[in-house]
């Protein structure tokens, strides 16, 4: 009898377990389920809601709306801008769709839209122009220009005075407010102690038109911001694969500008920085020991070297805390892809040549043939 009711007991706690196993199983296979719609709904959500936004706001009105592009507007604000007017549905996607076509080229100016109208409609309308006002003024800014100099171009072409341009665009809540439009440019590190002008570097040179006969500072020298903005925009992947900051990239571009005598040359130059870098060496460029000292002169001499500024490369190592000038593109893309060499040394001649040496032996007795003796 003890035996058959061990038994009977032992069949009861295996029923017991099997029926909890069938539970667990049950709950886990639901859970399972549940996890497996959840996400199906999480992807068809999505896709339903980017398929929704790819379209027409409103495939039948066909009300025109009128919008601004203002000159220098990024792609960001262009796409800000027909969200807030109810043109498109949501400004990321018109954005992503814009970088996946790869179009680009859009014109500032006054515009008559529709809700009816598809992406491809407005990127149209947008690249063709329809600008209602001739231009009034037009203001050049070369490549490798200071600061300094933009506010001296920018006095020459208009009525304002080179120290109150100067004045803006080194002030505070002028700064702080193209931060706020352009924050992915306009990043802490020009807001180090140690950097001489935080836009220093971040105004693109280019020719830009002006649609009114007296703009303000501000409106003269935002599209200058928003150009730079758009530029490096194309290049922020490259950046990242290189590791370094938006501040670095541009500080490098300047250097390689104002070393730059010609085209060729700059892939060459970028290759020099990049190796001495690598190697803890210190830059040693001209052209930061003059931004030090704050002046323009054709030889730098050996007493101008001793000059104690966090910008002089023949005394501190590694990049200066920013950009020593306004770079052109052909400089940023030679920061980003500098020629494979093993030159340690540049030196340009006075006929504009520029010599690429591996060893100070070499660097020297060139110098000696072509700047010592002459």
Do not use: C, W
């Amino acid at each position: 009898m003890k035996e058959d009711s061990k038994k009977d007991s032992f069949r009861k706690k295996l029923l017991e377990k099997q029926s909890e196993a069938k539970v667990v199983r049950k709950i886990v296979l639901t859970v399972f389920i549940l996890l497996v719609i959840a996400f199906s709904g999480l992807i068809g959500g999505g896709y339903l809601y980017i398929k929704s936004a790819l379209q027409p706001v409103d495939p039948a009105d066909q009300k025109t709306v009128n919008v601004t592009i203002p000159i220098g507007s990024s792609v960001s604000m262009i796409a800000k801008i027909l969200e807030e007017n109810q043109l498109i549905k949501d400004d990321r996607i018109f954005k992503y769709y814009i970088k996946f076509k790869n179009e680009s080229d859009f014109q500032a100016g006054d515009y008559e839209l529709k809700k009816s109208m598809t992406f491809d409609d407005i990127i149209l309308s947008l690249k063709k122009g329809k600008v209602m006002e001739e231009v009034a003024l037009q203001i050049t800014i070369p490549e490798g220009r200071q600061l300094k100099e933009i506010s001296s171009i920018i006095a020459n072409n208009t009525t304002y005075d080179e120290e109150d341009i100067f004045n803006k665009l080194t002030d505070k809540s002028f700064i702080d407010a193209m931060r706020d439009k352009y924050p992915d440019l306009l990043t802490n590190d020009l807001f180090s102690e140690k950097v001489m002008y935080a836009l220093e570097g971040y105004l693109f040179p280019a020719t830009y038109p002006y649609y009114t006969e007296n703009p303000t500072i501000e409106e003269i020298v935002e599209p200058m911001i928003g150009k730079m903005h758009e530029v490096v925009t194309k290049y922020y992947a490259q950046i990242q694969e290189k590791d370094m900051t938006i501040h670095e990239f541009v500080t490098m571009s300047s250097l390689i500008e104002e070393e730059a005598t010609a085209k060729a040359d700059r892939e060459k130059i970028s290759s020099v920085f990049y190796n001495r870098l690598d190697k803890d060496m210190m830059l040693q460029t001209d052209p930061t020991v003059l931004y030090a000292l704050g002046e323009h002169k054709d030889r730098v001499l050996y007493a101008d070297l001793e000059v104690e500024s966090p910008y002089n490369t023949y005394k501190v190592t590694g990049l200066p805390p920013g950009p020593i000038a306004n770079a052109g593109e052909m400089s940023m893309v030679a920061a980003l892809n500098p020629e494979e060499t093993d030159y340690l040394y540049f030196l340009a001649t006075k006929e504009g040549q520029v010599i690429f040496t591996k060893t100070l032996d070499e660097h020297n007795k060139e110098k000696n043939t072509h700047i010592t003796n002459q």
